[in-house]
């Protein structure tokens, strides 16, 4: 497992897939937040899209294989950006395709605004929308989820979920709401989402977005700027990036494309490998 050391000396891992065309590797920021960039995979098992490009994925301080920093309020995603910099010059890259996962695409954004020329294409897959100020309202989450009405865990999820948009969270809720963020709600999925519940750091997740660490008004203004490729791949039934909220996303970015990836949650590289890497794999350039 390769390490390199951050600016505060903090040493943080990351995690190479496939081998791919020659050329620079894409590198790619997990979700959560601070979520350890194992549930990513190698976005699509066997034919996913490391089978077609060298794929870098971060392990964010304090998670997966990195260590834990001195000071937590370094987990702050703006300050984060000087992670995934020192990543790049510890890998001699110069230029990247960078890819996001979720609320990874804040980290996304907030690196494109601070670094444009560093990136050649970005792809933002079903992003948090925290960090350009697009809220997701109640009604659009209730409009998604109704797209699963048929389904037989619909009646508990959606329950669970009328109490998380109330504001009345609890672990419970959002366990019993889980099956909204997948495609099929199969072992894969119920594998896959067991498997995060022990891979995000919570006190890291907390200071990811604490106050000063998103100017979304700044960051709507810099990504206006950014001309380069930018490709949102949306999950048609995702209750954490809808498709309507994707668009609104789509239209800030002067050369962007929409993809909604259909019968889709959040994890679309687990509910149709196939789709996921014909979209991704044909932006990024296989």
Known sequence: MPTFSAYDGTK??????????????????????????????????????????????????GTGESATPEDLDSYRCDRLVDDVDALCEHLGLDRMDLLAHSAGANLGALYVGRHPERVSKLALITPSTRAVGIEITGDVRRATAQLRRDEPWFAAAFAALEAIVAGRATDDCWQAAAPFFYGRWDEVAQSHQAAEDGQTNKEAATAFAAEGAFAPEATRTALALFRQPVLLLAGEVDLGAPPRAMAEFTQLFPNAELVIQPGAGHFPWLDDADRFVAATGAFLGQ
Request: include cysteine; proline fraction near 12%.
């Open 12 to 61: 943080l891992a990351y995690h190479e897939f496939g081998d791919g065309p020659p050329g620079p590797p894409v590198v790619c920021l997990p979700g959560g937040p601070m979520q350890a960039s194992a549930y990513l995979g190698g976005l699509g098992g066997l034919r996913g899209l490391s089978a077609h490009r060298q794929l870098i994925m971060l392990d964010l301080r």
